[in-house]
């Protein structure tokens, strides 16, 4: 059986992007792997704008009512939930800017997490409706903040993953790269090990 896998990429750093160095890394991997299938898709490429709210209310419209260009915005997260759906991993490399997850990937999880397509609201509270999947975070970051309050990225990643259902999330840091010395390269050596560890277990 092939595992399919989804790698979103989201650096603004070009060819210097250590969570894009990361994901090919992953992809290179992957391709050397029987059984292992990989789309890459970069959003820094892409240039999705923000969620405003005629794209909102496109999906507030049932498909059949929608009108031309209602059904043209609809289309954007659509296809961005037919792709997830069509893979069984999502790989996701971030890059911490300013504290946060880079607006880009805000972008993309804008048009991932929609009620009624990819959640549902209940009584009991939020279902996610993405099931069977797994997620795997590559995170690139100047400083050190795993396991400290400071990480505000990873709760985060994890909370809009297990909305939709995602709840299996492995997570491979390189953290301390813009610290000097030599934690930069070995942050990225251990990662690169880590990456490979679980391209061999997917
Ligand atoms: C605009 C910008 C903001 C950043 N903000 C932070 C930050 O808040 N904390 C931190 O530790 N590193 C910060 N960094 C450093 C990045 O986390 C580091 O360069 C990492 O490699 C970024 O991922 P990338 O190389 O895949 O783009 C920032 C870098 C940039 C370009």
């Known amino acids: 059986m092939t595992t399919r896998a989804l790698v979103i990429t989201a650096s603004i750093l070009g060819e210097n992007g250590q969570s894009k160095a990361l994901a090919e890394h992953f992809l290179t991997l992957a391709a050397e792997r029987d059984g292992l299938e990989a789309t890459h898709r970069d959003l820094v490429a892409e240039e999705l704008p923000h969620l405003g709210l005629d794209e909102l209310g496109s999906w507030q419209v049932a498909p059949e009512e929608r009108s031309a ?29 300013n504290l946060g997850i880079p607006s ?18 209940t009584a009991k509270g939020p279902q996610g409706l993405v099931e069977g999947k797994r997620a795997v975070l590559l995170l690139a970051r100047g400083g050190q903040y795993a396991g400290t309050p400071l990480d505000s990225q990873l709760p985060h990643l994890e909370a809009m993953l297990g909305l939709i259902g995602i709840t299996e999330v492995d997570t ?16 990225l050596a251990e990662a690169r090990q880590g990456i490979a560890g679980l391209v061999a277990r997917l």
């Not at 609809?74 to 800017?97: G, K, N, Q």
């Not at 491979?172 to 942050?187: K, Q």
Request: aromatic content about 10%.
């Open 69 to 97: 260009s209602q059904r043209q915005l609809a289309a954007r997260s659509d296809a961005l939930i037919s792709e997830l759906r069509e893979h069984d991993v999502v790989v996701l490399a971030v890059p911490l800017y």
């Open 104 to 121: 880009q990937l805000k972008a993309w999880f804008d048009r991932i997490l929609r009620a009624g397509e990819t959640f549902r609201y």
């Open 172 to 187: 491979v840091f390189a953290e301390g790269l813009a610290m000097g010395g030599n934690h930069r390269d070995s942050a």
